[in-house]
């Protein structure tokens, strides 16, 4: 059976140009970079090419990019890293209350630590309540983290305005931006942030890969111990051929941001349109036009979303109730909580992300067994 994919918040498959530009490091290319002879100085080169790469594309300097082992880890370096380092002015920080587990759960640890955290509200469409978080500012807050964007509903932050009001507070600014890179537009000198996390397997690159921007100005310390790689700030041998991959998935995704928006936004536009016209009782979460190009969250009331999920996948239809990296638990969404869904439309909950490679058939198709399977499960 075909597998129509729609689940590309949750991971994308490597592309195989990227795949093709990694496979010399796995092969003849795998000198340690530490090493001072000519295979590990070349393996050092081409990590310093793929850090320059990379801060093409987002505008900063290469010195900037540190390279980590995933989204979740860039996220914890950040936080716990910038907490530790700064812990003269004080031991407080603001988080809003949709981010993601990675950072969620790091503000947890902290809190266990004796640190302080304040979790700003979000409106119906998940933006943060940017009133309320000026209120949250206090003389010994040390950091703002909010997501750049939602890996559940899709909904786009003011970043600049949040890096507007940090700025003005003397505050460090750093945003998850995981579900954003690749899929919009990043400049770090217009954002005016002061860390910021990306992961490669949201952007066609590799699993297992990340990098955490950080202004050379922002105090933050290694939260892992080990050998000096990555100026002492992440210690371990360096994954040499996901690096590469990083970079280069990045710097396509770059290249073909203007044509893939353009088409991801027409494909999300379709299909909220053919399911709000041809199934009743939905709703769609998030804001509806400052969202990410490829991302649909909808609520189906008096469905189960798990078993919509499981009847989809019999068509080889592949979508994800709720969040990928949440789905198995069955406690209700926080993001969905926050954001005031109703409890009769959070369990049927559906996140559909689109990708450049799903085409108009693959769509209609999912449509079409969408609302059979709805109807079917609503008729029971
Ligand atoms: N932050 C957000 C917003 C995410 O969506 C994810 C993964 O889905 C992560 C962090 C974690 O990234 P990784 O899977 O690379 O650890």
New binding site residues.
Partial sequence: MKIRYFDH??TTAVRMDVIKSMLPYLGSEYGNPSSVYQIGRRSKKAIEEARKTIANCINCKPNEIYFTS????S?NLAIKGIMYANKEKGKHLITSKI??P??LNTCKFLENEGYEVSYVNVDENGKVKLDELQNLIRNDTVLITI?Y???EIGTIQPIKEIAKIARKNNIIFHT?A??AAGNVNIDIEDLDVSAL?I?A??FYGP??M?ALFVKENVKFVSIQNGGHQEKNKRAGTENVASIVGMANALKIACRDLKQNTEYLEKARSYFIYEVEKRIPDVKLNGDRINRLPGNVSFSFKGVDAAQLVLALDEYGICVSSG???TSGVSEPSHVLVAIGLNEEYIQGTLRSTFGIENTKEDIDYYIKNLIDIVTKMRNL
């Fill in positions: 918040a949750a995933c989204g979740s880890e996220d981010e993601h990675a950072v997501m964007a939602n890996n998850d995981v579900q996390s992961s397997h949201k699993k297992g990340g969040s990928a990296c």
